[in-house]
C-alpha cells in the first residue's frame, strides 16, 4: 500500500477522483498568496490574451482575468478532473466567453502560434 505522502505528492502531479478534487481545492486556498506575489512583479495588459499551463483548480485563471478584463484566458491541464474543476470556478466567466478551459498536454497544445501575450505555468513540475 503507498504511503499517504506519497499518495497526496502523485495527487498533486495528476490529480484524480474524489481525492484528486480535494488536492485541486486545498492548491486554489493555498497557493493564492505566491500567484499574487509572482503576477505582482509583471505587467500585463487589459486587452491580453494568456494561457495557464497546468491551469489545476482554476483560482489563477480567475485571478489572470482580474488583471486582462478586455482580454481572455485560456487554461489547459492533462488531469480531467482539473478541467472539471476549473470550469465550475471559472463558470460565470466561460459563459461570458472571457475564459476558456480545455483538456490537453503540454506537449502538443491545440493553439495556434503567437496566440498569446502571456503564458503562465503555476507550480505545475512535481
Given at each position: ?8 505528492i ?26 499574487k506575489?509572482g ?51 471559472n ?19 491545440p ?16
Amino acid at each position: 500500500m503507498m504511503k499517504w505522502t506519497e499518495e497526496m505528492i502523485r495527487q498533486c502531479s495528476k490529480p484524480t477522483g474524489e481525492l484528486g478534487r480535494i488536492v485541486g481545492k486545498k492548491m486554489n486556498e493555498s497557493h493564492i498568496e505566491l500567484w499574487k506575489w509572482g503576477l505582482g512583479h509583471i505587467s500585463i495588459k487589459e486587452r491580453s490574451t494568456i494561457l495557464d499551463i497546468g491551469c489545476g483548480g482554476g483560482k489563477a485563471i480567475k485571478l489572470l482575468y482580474s488583471l486582462s478584463k478586455k482580454g481572455k484566458v485560456f487554461g489547459i491541464d492533462y488531469s480531467k478532473e482539473m478541467v472539471q474543476l476549473s470550469q465550475e470556478v471559472n463558470n460565470d466567466l466561460i459563459k461570458r466567453s472571457k475564459v476558456e478551459i480545455l483538456h490537453g498536454s503540454v506537449s502538443s497544445l491545440p493553439f495556434a502560434n503567437n496566440m498569446f501575450d502571456f503564458v503562465t505555468a503555476f507550480e505545475t513540475y512535481y
